[in-house]
């Protein structure tokens, strides 16, 4: 069983940064394909944000938060991060990481194969 936490979440002036942790307590994250981070605005469907391969290699983000948002991870940690910049209003949204086992790279922004998610954490970013 995977088993993630979510952190960092705030609130923040729009132009301003957060930066989002998600750890693995269970340590079995990193045997799994992709972690993502995705989002889901208040009244609206969940949604992709950026998530990586754990064998190394590319980043993919959301053509909304490319160049504003980055994907990291510290392996010794296991913890993922979302360092988030230039925040707009449009960002506000409870954010949660997830793990993708099945290795499709065409899912890998598609929530529904993502098979364990941590709690969220919400981010408020005024205008």
């Known amino acids: 069983q995977v088993q993630l936490v979510e952190s960092g979440g705030g609130f923040v002036q729009s132009g301003g940064s957060l930066r989002l942790s998600c750890a693995d307590s269970?340590?079995?994250?990193?045997?799994?394909?992709?972690m993502g981070w995705f989002r889901q605005p208040p009244g609206k469907e969940r949604e992709f944000v950026a998530a990586?391969?754990?064998?190394?290699?590319?980043?993919y983000y959301a053509d909304s938060v490319k160049g504003r948002f980055t994907m990291s991870r510290d392996n010794a940690k296991k913890t993922v991060f979302l360092q988030m910049e230039s925040l707009k209003p449009e960002d506000t949204a409870v954010y949660y990481c997830?793990?993708?086992?099945?290795?499709?790279?065409?899912?890998?922004?598609?929530?529904?194969?993502?098979?364990?998610w941590g709690q969220g954490t919400q981010v408020t970013v005024s205008s």
């Open positions: 269970s340590g079995r994250a990193i045997s799994s394909r992709y």
């Open positions: 997830a793990v993708n086992r099945r290795g499709i790279l065409s899912t890998i922004r598609q929530s529904d194969y993502y098979d364990y």
């Open positions: 990586f391969t754990w064998s190394g290699g590319s980043t």
